[in-house]
């Protein structure tokens, strides 16, 4: 029997069109599904030196408590630094900065602590507005040309409590 088309024989070869489509269509892919980590900050961590012990020219400073007790609606009911009260109006901050920076130092000056540390300890109903205008006056203090000058080193949040 004697077959139509004679003798050729087709070379059979894979196309290459398809296969380079799918090769940048992965690669778009894993571009776009790539999540890029980002480095860890740099953090303000000072070590101790090794074999450094506190002598009695360096006085410590111990760490300041500010409390801020909320009245029942959630406004400011009382400030107090270390047991002291300061007030409950604007001058009470006021005093809470005067008295941080007559513990930290002169900020104009290099004398001021940087190694200073403040704990604060809102009532658990206290409006934010009073919490955050007690950071304020714990962490800086305002110079008479208007740029601010840090006092506090060290800010610590004591752990909220339930109310009773």
């Known amino acids: 029997m004697k077959f139509r ?8 070869a894979p196309q290459m069109a398809p296969m380079i489509d799918v090769v940048f269509q992965l690669l778009i892919f894993f571009m776009l599904t790539l999540k890029i980590v980002s480095p860890e900050g740099e953090f303000g961590i000072n070590m101790p030196l090794s074999g450094s012990t506190s002598t009695d020219d360096q006085p410590l400073i111990p760490e300041m408590e500010v409390r801020v007790i909320a009245s029942p609606n959630g406004e400011l009911g009382m400030l107090q630094l270390n047991g002291r009260n300061l007030g409950n109006d604007e001058q009470a901050f006021l005093d809470l900065t005067a008295a941080v920076r007559q513990i930290a130092g002169d900020p104009t000056e290099d004398t001021a602590s940087d190694d200073l540390s403040v704990k604060i300890d809102p009532d658990y109903d206290l409006n934010y507005r009073w919490f955050i205008k007690t950071v304020g006056a714990v962490s800086g203090d305002k110079l008479p040309d208007g740029t601010t000058v840090p006092l506090v080193g060290n800010i610590k949040f004591a752990q909220a409590r339930q109310p009773q």
């Open 5 to 12: 088309g004679g003798s050729k024989v087709e070379k059979i």
